[in-house]
């Protein structure tokens, strides 16, 4: 498994895809730095890219080498390798890759620049965490939308399908939802709805730490006003690495039984 995962490791890094990722994050990030003189702004205007671009080249990215590396994956089945092994050291290999692209690009220029204050470094240490999660998160959903359908047009329509509902479509269809259903208690409702966005769950887990409630949504600042920080932090953690595992354990159920 090592061995394997060293290999897919070696040949995402040299990808000039990854490279250009991790340039791209490391200019933004260091302009955001520059153009604000607060931090605090700085780190706000990062959230609302990186909630975006991370989510979007993982699922892309990770749907596509998953198809590129079809022949490969048959060689490895063709050998006395568990399935099993051969899955998770492509899903690692992919996540790991993707996720050291996020902290070089992103988490660098965080912490060399939005620790001066406590507020904003707090902040700038959730957003790390929250791309993080979205990294795993969206390469898992990535593998899930692989391992569904043997057509790689289909395969990578129904990564950015799931990409399109979650960072766009979703907001829409609470808000229909709250609207329409006014009169009617919601709380519990709201929190349920949040609880099925990662991205969402990342947007709230960064702006807990920073006093802007009125730009975190309906939904951000109810589950504000319904737990204390530490406990908004932690079940909003507990929920991503959920949202982490339970795809990528369906999508490796389904790779173990399907005939390639």
Not at 53 to 77: C, D, G, K, M, R
Not at 86 to 101: D, K, M, P
Not at 184 to 209: C, E, H, T, W
Not at 234 to 239: D, E, G, P, T
Request: glycine share 6%; charged share 10%.
């Amino acid at each position: 498994m090592d061995k394997v995962i060293k290999y897919v490791l070696y040949d995402i890094l040299r990808n000039r895809i990854v490279l250009g990722y991790t340039i791209f994050l490391l200019i933004m990030s260091l302009g955001m730095f520059q153009l604000e003189n607060d931090p605090a702004k700085a780190v706000l205007s990062l959230l609302n890219v990186v909630l975006l671009v991370v989510p979007l080249i993982s699922i892309i990215f990770a749907t596509i080498h998953f198809y590129n590396s079809q022949e490969f994956i048959e060689l490895l089945v063709a050998q006395p390798i568990n399935r099993q092994k051969i899955f998770y050291s492509e899903y690692l290999g992919v996540a790991i890759s993707l996720a050291t692209a996020f902290l070089t690009g992103v988490g660098v220029p965080l912490l060399l620049f939005g620790g001066g204050a406590i507020r904003s470094g707090a902040a700038g240490i959730y957003l790390i965490t929250a791309g993080l999660f979205l990294t795993f998160i969206f390469v898992a959903l990535a593998f899930l939308a692989s391992v569904l359908t043997s057509d790689k047009a289909k395969g990578i329509g129904l990564a950015l399908l799931l990409w399109f509902y979650f960072s766009l479509l979703y907001d829409g269809l609470v808000m229909m939802v709250l609207f329409y259903f006014s009169d009617y208690p919601l709380d519990k409702f709201s929190l349920a709805m949040l609880s099925l966005n990662p991205i969402d769950l990342g947007r709230v887990l960064v702006l807990l730490q920073i006093d802007v409630s009125a730009l975190m949504g309906y939904t951000g600042a109810l589950y504000k006003n319904l737990f204390s920080n530490f406990t908004g932090v932690l079940y909003a953690c507990l929920l991503m690495l959920a949202w982490a595992v339970l795809p990528l354990m369906l999508a490796k159920r389904i790779f173990i039984r399907k005939d390639l």
